[in-house]
């Protein structure tokens, strides 16, 4: 199977670097420096500066899209409507009006859509999970969650810090930080409570 990444900054590079039983055979950028950058760690991989490259190589068949919230719905659409399977990083969008009628549009294309919420299968909640699974602890009535930014060495940098003041910025109209930090803990929190529960809305 043939993958192209569509946005190549720090998310979008850790995706890349962790795929296996698949080519990486395109990379796309605003940057193209750094676009080259992450095509290096494939074989014979393509890099550029517009992402409808690689949605128009009839090769191609799934697209990570890994880029600001502000146009990846955008990108997820057309990249359906080229044929492409598609693995897009949470937030998917800045609303859920954004992503009206995608899971209909890749039914019809016959295409599989999921948004990357890696930490749905971190040890540590699926150990959570476990516990929850087997009443030990009762009936679940309430939650409290923290969410962070930063490396693993530096998981505790609380998101209104000097450090995050770019971000935040930023997130005000693409959704950056916020957005991606409340959508990661409620839909992770949501997909343990609704597996728990039996549900497949998820």
């Known amino acids: 199977m043939n993958i192209a990444l569509i946005g190549c900054g720090t998310v979008g590079a850790k995706r890349a ?16 420096q750094r676009a080259a950058q992450v095509a290096a760690v494939g074989r014979e991989c393509a890099c550029g500066s517009d ?15 890994a880029t600001p919230p502000d146009v990846q719905a955008h990108i997820v659409r057309d990249a359906i409507t080229a ?6 990083e949470k937030p998917a969008a800045r609303n859920a009006q954004e992503l009206a009628g995608l899971p209909q549009l890749a039914a019809q294309y016959g295409v599989c859509v999921r948004v990357g919420f890696n930490h749905r299968y971190h040890p540590a909640l699926t150990k959570a999970r476990e516990i929850f699974e087997s009443g030990v ?3 679940l009535i309430a939650t409290t969650t923290r969410p962070w930014s930063g490396s693993r060495n530096d998981t505790a940098t609380p998101l209104h810090t000097p450090k995050r003041a770019a971000s935040l910025r930023k997130s005000r109209h693409n959704g950056s930080s916020l957005n991606s ?10 997909f343990q409570v609704c597996v728990t529960r039996g549900s497949t809305s998820m």
């Open 17 to 32: 670097q962790h795929l296996a039983g698949v080519r990486l055979a395109h990379c796309v950028d605003l940057d193209p």
């Open 51 to 65: 992402w409808r490259e690689p949605l128009a190589r009839a090769d191609i068949d799934a697209v990570i899209v």
């Open 83 to 88: 044929g492409k399977h598609v693995l897009v």
């Open 137 to 139: 602890m009762g009936e």
């Open 181 to 190: 930090a409340a959508s990661q803990t409620n839909g992770t929190l949501r």
